[in-house]
Nanobody
Framework: VQLQASGGGLSQTGGSLRLSCAAS????????MGWFRQAPGKEREFVAS????????YYADSVKGRFTISRDNAKNTVYLQMNSLKPEDTAVYYC??????????????WGQGTQVTVSS
């Protein structure tokens, strides 16, 4: 499966952005999907994940209550709605496909990343 992330950009503190990740291939609905992020000088970290059916979601504590992950299997797309953005959310955001989990190694397929910058 090939993944293409989009929707990043510049936001002020407290603003919102919605990221999208479009997948190619007929097996999208069989994969759990995750979002990770990597800030300059830091390791890639887990943000959120969603099961193949959309029935289970998981979030990092740092984004819980502010970010929402969802998916539309008919459109082969996963979304990350980001509200109440903070400067510490600034990072390159990656979508990934694999087995549901919080570790990067559980996701063999990765998109190219989209930059999110939150100004104070």
């Amino acid at each position: 499966v090939q993944l293409q992330a989009s929707g990043g950009g510049l936001s002020q503190t407290g603003g919102s952005l919605r990221l999208s990740c479009a997948a190619s291939g007929r097996t999208f609905s069989s994969y759990a999907m995750g979002w990770f992020r990597q800030a300059p000088g830091k390791e890639r970290e887990f943000v959120a994940s969603i099961s193949w059916s959309g029935g289970s979601t998981y979030y990092a504590d740092s984004v819980k209550g502010r970010f929402t992950i969802s998916r539309d299997n008919a459109k082969n797309t996963v979304y990350l709605q980001m509200n109440s953005l903070k400067p510490e959310d600034t990072a390159v955001y990656y979508c990934a496909a694999g087995t549901i989990g919080v570790a990067a190694y559980e996701y063999p397929y990765w998109g190219q990343g989209t930059q999110v910058t939150v100004s104070s």
